[in-house]
Nanobody
């Protein structure tokens, strides 16, 4: 079964860092763009970042630009989200999902057209 498994979440103090992993199972990651999303209780899902296949072009929401870095290791079939200078407003469950090629559906907000949504990993930012 094709799916993502997210990991790396946890409890961190404001200003701290975490690195999330998104491991693909049952398919080869190299042909897909991968998006990271988050959803906090009572809030709408938010697109955080996306990395395309082939050229590795990256996109970030304004709320995380300069603090988060997305990367991919196709040999390990895994995408990462390095999160630095975490803020309480970053607290959410983080998910990854895929689309073929570039970050088209991510950028136009058609997130339900992405594939292989994982179960998510919880990030808590609190002192």
């Amino acid at each position: 079964q094709e799916q993502f498994v997210e990991s790396g979440g946890g409890l961190v103090r404001p200003g701290g860092s975490l690195r999330l992993s998104c491991a693909a199972s049952g398919f080869d990651l190299e042909y897909y763009a991968i998006g990271w999303f988050r959803q906090a209780p009572g809030k709408e899902r938010e697109g955080v970042s996306c990395i395309s296949s082939m050229d590795g072009e990256t996109y970030y929401s304004d709320s995380v630009k300069g603090r988060f870095t997305i990367s991919r290791d196709d040999d390990k079939n895994t995408v990462y989200l390095q999160m630095n200078n975490l803020k309480p407003e970053d607290m959410a469950t983080y998910y990854c999902a895929a689309e073929v090629g570039g970050c088209y559906f991510y950028n136009v907000g058609q997130w339900d057209d992405l594939y292989y949504w994982g179960q998510g990993t919880q990030v808590t930012v609190s002192s």
